[in-house]
């Protein structure tokens, strides 16, 4: 069990996709002026990658050695067709509003990555967390970012207005060097975090005199 806790943890802080591994960033910085779009996007991505490492773990014997990133490619391109059609089927306005980043999610180096370093040489039991540590890492920090450059360059949270009255937005952070001066605050927190979870170094002993 604490071994399996360690594998989720791994995403969300110590080796977020964005933040520690810097994988995935285009899409990330491209779709997170808005709350919505972070959120979407985050959770897009986790239930492909959840998805895909469940199918090519469970069939990681199976899959010739010679033929296996191909094969990757149409498990992933599959379950991104599933979730860009739910999105447009369900989710119009965010769909449209994220426009070619969902279908995109196919040549996701975080996706590509986990299936080929985690989800083919691991068990079903390992996956799980794996692929919700890292869906889930993505997703708060495409949220977090969001919700920055949302609030400071639009006045609104989800379209709500937040900003006090007479305080204009910066229009600066619903740009695109707004959003590479945001996600380096989160660098910066996310490597704060990070020594806050290491254990503390024990004391040298002292040697007899």
Known sequence: ???????????????????????????????????????????????????????????????????????????????????????????????????VFIPLIVVNCIIMGRVESFASKQSLIKVIPDALGMGLGYTWVLTGISAVREILGSGALLGFPVLPEGLDPILFFVMPPGGFFVFALFISLNLFIKGRLKTPVEAPKEEPV
């Open 1 to 99: 069990m604490k071994r399996l806790t360690l594998i989720f943890t791994n995403g969300l802080v110590r080796e977020n996709p964005l933040l520690m591994l810097m994988i995935g960033l285009c899409s990330a910085l491209a779709v997170t002026t808005a709350v919505a779009n972070g959120v979407g996007m985050g959770l897009s991505m986790t239930f492909v990658l959840l998805m895909s490492e469940l199918v090519i773990s469970l069939f990681k014997k199976l899959i010739p050695e010679s033929i296996r990133i191909p094969v990757f490619i149409i498990v992933i391109a599959a379950f991104t067709t599933v979730i860009d059609y739910m999105l447009k089927a369900y989710f119009p306005d965010l769909s449209r509003a994220m426009g």
